[in-house]
T-cell receptor, first 113, second 110 residues
Framework: GNSVTQMEGPVTLSEEAFLTINCTYTATGYPSLFWYVQYPGEGLQLLLKATKADDKGSNKGFEATYRKETTSFHLEKGSVQVSDSAVYFCALSRMDSNYQLIWGAGTKLIIKP | SQTIHQWPATLVQPVGSPLSLECTVEGTSNPNLYWYRQAAGRGLQLLFYSVGIGQISSEVPQNLSASRPQDRQFILSSKKLLLSDSGFYLC?????????FGPGTRLTVT
């Protein structure tokens, strides 16, 4: 079946460090892939997405590339800020059922000044 | 533009009391609607989704129910809350390939 696996958190980094949050998936067909972010006490916001293999989604300095050969969609940022502290969710679209999203467990990111 | 509203923002209820959380969407028609629950420090659990008025699918059997009386209104209910119902409840709507989330309701059952 379809599933998403994310690296466990929390991930703690210093400001200006390089960030990678790993995400791998299993899916039939060609799903779209997403990263959502949840700031403390808020709902989720779409951070970036990619709809086909080799697409790169990017937003606010974050990037992720849809790698079909490794079934991965790792989130990266070159220089993190304290304001990036949040929970990050990887997800894929469930194309066989009204495009429901299959969610990873979320990775909490803590950035220290 | 589309907007999604949830209320109340926070709620403290005793065990055994009823629950009603409301979600409304503006600026779109016939959206897919979703209720999620997020327990403290945990990921998202899909509770219900709806593809149209009166059409509800339940993902997890429990003491919660959902209704969609109007196209852009989605209600989460319970007749008797349990302690384990505490959490952060999120409503979302989707177009073809993206979901948009409301601000959430923080429910504490005491």
């Amino acid at each position: 079946g379809n599933s998403v696996t994310q690296m466990e958190g929390p991930v703690t980094l210093s400001e200006e460090a390089f960030l990678t949050i790993n995400c791998t998936y299993t899916a039939t067909g060609y799903p779209s892939l997403f990263w959502y972010v949840q700031y403390p006490g808020e709902g989720l916001q779409l951070l970036l997405k990619a709809t086909k293999a080799d697409d790169k989604g990017s937003n606010k300095g974050f990037e992720a590339t849809y790698r079909k050969e490794t079934t991965s969609f790792h989130l990266e940022k070159g220089s993190v800020q304290v304001s990036d502290s949040a929970v990050y969710f990887c997800a894929l679209s469930r194309m066989d059922s009204n495009y429901q999203l299959i969610w990873g467990a979320g990775t909490k990111l803590i950035i220290k000044p | 533009s589309q907007t999604i509203h949830q209320w109340p923002a926070t709620l403290v209820q005793p065990v055994g009391s009823p629950l009603s959380l409301e979600c409304t969407v503006e600026g779109t028609s016939n959206p897919n609607l979703y209720w999620y629950r997020q327990a403290a420090g945990r990921g998202l659990q899909l509770l219900f989704y709806s593809v149209g008025i009166g059409q509800i699918s339940s993902e997890v059997p429990q003491n919660l129910s959902a209704s969609r009386p109007q196209d852009r209104q989605f209600i989460l209910s319970s007749k008797k809350l349990l302690l384990s119902d505490s959490g952060f409840y999120l409503c979302a709507w989707s177009d073809v390939r993206e979901q948009y989330f409301g601000p959430g309701t923080r429910l504490t059952v005491t």
